[in-house]
């Protein structure tokens, strides 16, 4: 097995040194590492597919004692899917920055976040993943904080509360399991796990733990404040990539560490949560008086599809249908990522160009920035779950499970869901396309427009068109 | 009576209980990093408390390798959270 593992931890974590060190080179220090570490993950891909999933030890220590890092098809969809989205977020972040000092401080924290949910994605054994749960944590903190007003401020120090509380609930669980167990690696705990009540226990502190941290309704309360005061680049980061190192946890836990402990209870209580967070997040959204509040919104109805498909996995019998089902929920989560930092991205170049994300003042948006527009529309595109976008295969496949399992009051949430989503993006379009009582001339700008453009075509017509085989490579690279 | 090693993991599930409580209850940011922090000594205790297997047997060194790990990221976290509370009280003077 080659280095490519580690690489892909150990680039960005040695530029967010260097960039930390050599603080004025670090557009440059920031963008190279973060295309080295894209590399990797391309030159993990070929590993991937020559070898199948495999493990390394790394420094030669067996597990149980060392750290183990281990990558399958989720893991590397998953960092293909942080790769993309911050090379796209880092080229926007370069230009972005008016002040030295934020930006000077905005690289070391950025490679360091991308670095810990590399080795989130990574790590095998589950104290690691707590301390990369903590690294994500303190990084993403440092980062909303970054824009200095007082409202960001606050909404940073709420956030590492409660990100710091999710994580000391994951730790009891992982004490509880060593103290029963007597190993960390996910095989040889998994190898051990059922109903006992020790298993049960550690599954529910764990579990509520990252619940808290992925803002699943009712625990979302800290995600809005934080995604919608934080910087542009940062507000993508955090919505698009760090909410989903909680569920990507989650899934983790429940389908390899704990399938005999979880019981019918806990899987109906996240799927009624889930339900909660899609109604709930898409109404707040369509309440939004600003752009970023919005987009905050909605990442916290995005969570709760994710959680009501997870719940439904859990609860399918096994067959092609719960296969299915699991590309579905990977291609959602997926689609999501590249569609919420596009708009992230979208609405940064609105509030820099107009000083403002005001919905109602939106008045002739679509005359002055024509590129920045069509990304939001095609995000938006990805967010309501329409074709061709990846989204919509993934909700379709939701829907299609929901009825088959007589889950009929969730084929309505979804429904109402979908007509929410579509109500806050065509509010957005509408006032995007309302006329300027001036006229005025249109701004066009690569560094600044492409990256949010790119990420939306990617949700809509990449991961729409080109994801078929998604599917039987999560079956053949489990 | 229960040997030293359960009377100080149930010890720390008390601690950590206590904690996690106060982390959801209190309002104060102070008392909260407070409390998180004694939620952590509590999950902290119950570790250590699986490293002792008898008073003539040498101790399990992962345990103590993991709460020295988890002290390490505490003090970072409750650094970050006191240098945003100073920062957060600054902000509010201009």
Redesign the interface.
Known sequence: MNESMSLTIILPLLGALLAAAWPRRGVFIGITAVLLSGLAVGWLWFSLLADGPSHQALGGWDPGLGIRLQVDALSILMLSMTALVALAVSVYASHYFTRRSQAERFWPLWLLMIAALNGLFLAGDLFNLYVTLELLSLSAVALTALGGKRAGIAAALRYLMIGLLGSMGYLAGVALLYSAFGTLDMQQVAAQTGDDPVSQAALIVMTAGLLLKSALFPLHFWLPPAHSNAPAPVSAGLSALVVKAGFYLVLRLWTEVFPDTLSTQGVTLVAVLGGGAILWGSWQALQAERLKLLAAYSTVAQLGYLFVALALFMSAPPGVARELLFGALVLMALTHAFAKSSLFLAIGVIQHRAGHDRIAELDGTAQRLPATTFAIALAGVALIGLPPSGAFLGKWRLLYSAISLDQWLLVVVIGIGSLLAAAYVFRVLGHAFGRSALSVQAIHSVHEEWPALLLALTATLLLGFGSAWIWPFLEHMA | MPDAATLY?LL?IVL?GL??HA??VQRD?IR??LA?NV??V??FL??I??AYFGPNQDP?P??HA?VL??IV?AV??TA??LA??R??ER??DE
């Open positions: 993991g720390g950590a904690g996690a982390a959801i940011s909260r990093l998180i939620m952590g509590g999950v119950v570790l408390a699986t399990d992962i345990p993991l790990t988890g990221v970072a976290a970050l959270a945003l509370l920062a957060f902000s509010d």
